[in-house]
């Protein structure tokens, strides 16, 4: 059976209803990628998730939501002194920020024992992470699971890497830049946002941020824009996208991620590298018209 493993931290989301009211769910970057790869890989693909929670409750109660969808826990270490993090979404006008609670997080620990991260990228086909992933781990953690994705790729896994900025979660910018450059070392499909690129790094176009993640070792780079059009290096040419049109931004929660799983889908079923880009916005646009990270609506309107 052909895998799909997304590595990093869910955490408990509170998201607006209306009113000053919150609904509780368990979503997070890398796992939004995994929730909707789930739906859109034939059913004949295992989609599971990588990451440390306690066992507690709610890490119970996250694992059996995990299970319930469909993701495979296998690759979930239950660790005795942590418990998962939490985020709150605040909305204005569609556009998302966002408050944390993670001191406690078992996600922090994710790279803590080697062998057992050997053990469980190790039957990947396709390896998902994310800046996010790395920003919530310490220096050394960083590299090692760098390099078990290294490890993972010289055996034939594919590793793709959405650079996903949340500068608060670095230290300072000097290492956020050393560690996106990093991530991106070890993987074949880089998704980064082009207004993010160039905040950090000066890029003047998104050409250059192609010509930067291409020369650190990505096959294929999509340069995200927001709404905007997409600039596509597919491993031999350059390509422009023109932006999927949206009726009204809701919330954008989960546009890159649903992005990366419409994305990394249609490549792992054979589609261009254009198409699949193309499926890629025409999701995260449906995506962004519905409140939370994960909108189930979109697959019982249009079935796969």
């Not at 004949?44 to 694992?63: F, H, K, L, N, P």
């Not at 006008?93 to 024992?113: I, K, M, P, T």
């Not at 790729?153 to 608060?168: E, H, I, K, Q, Y």
């Not at 890159?256 to 499926?279: C, E, Q």
Request: hydrophobic share 45%.
């Amino acid at each position: 059976m052909t895998s799909f493993l997304a590595i990093g931290e869910c955490m408990i989301e509170l998201h607006e209803t209306g009113d000053g009211l919150y609904r509780r769910g368990f979503a997070g970057d890398t796992f939004n990628t995994a929730w909707y790869a789930k739906r859109l890989l034939p059913a004949s693909w295992r989609v599971g998730y990588a990451s440390c929670i306690g066992q507690d409750t709610v890490s119970d109660e996250m694992a059996g939501f995990m299970a319930q969808e469909g993701i495979d826990t296998c690759a979930l270490r239950r660790l005795p002194d942590r418990t998962v993090g939490l985020y709150m979404i605040s909305l204005d006008n569609g556009e998302r920020s966002f408050s944390y609670w993670r001191g406690q997080s078992a996600a922090r620990q994710l790279a803590s024992d080697p062998d057992w991260l050997d053990s469980v990228l190790s039957g990947a086909d396709i390896l998902y992470f994310s800046g996010i992933t790395l920003a919530i781990l310490c220096p050394d953690h960083r590299r090692a699971l760098c390099d078990a994705l290294a490890r993972a790729r010289s055996r034939g896994a594919t590793v793709a890497f959405d650079t996903n900025l949340r500068p608060s979660l670095w230290e300072d910018t000097a290492t956020m830049r050393a560690g996106l450059s990093l991530g991106a070392s070890v993987a074949d499909v880089v998704l980064p946002s082009f207004d993010e690129e160039n905040g950090l790094f000066g890029d003047a176009e998104p050409q250059a941020t192609i010509a930067r993640y291409h020369a650190a070792g990505a096959g294929i780079v999509a340069v995200k824009n927001g709404g905007g059009d997409l600039t596509l290096w597919d491993g031999k040419r350059l390509h422009n996208l023109p932006a999927t049109p949206v009726a009204r931004v809701v919330d954008s929660t989960a546009a890159g991620d649903s992005f990366g799983a419409a994305f990394m889908a249609g490549l792992a079923t054979g589609a261009s590298a254009t198409d699949a880009a193309a499926r890629a916005m025409s999701l995260a646009a449906q995506v962004v018209q519905s409140r939370g990270a994960l909108v189930p609506g979109i697959f019982e309107r249009e079935p796969k």
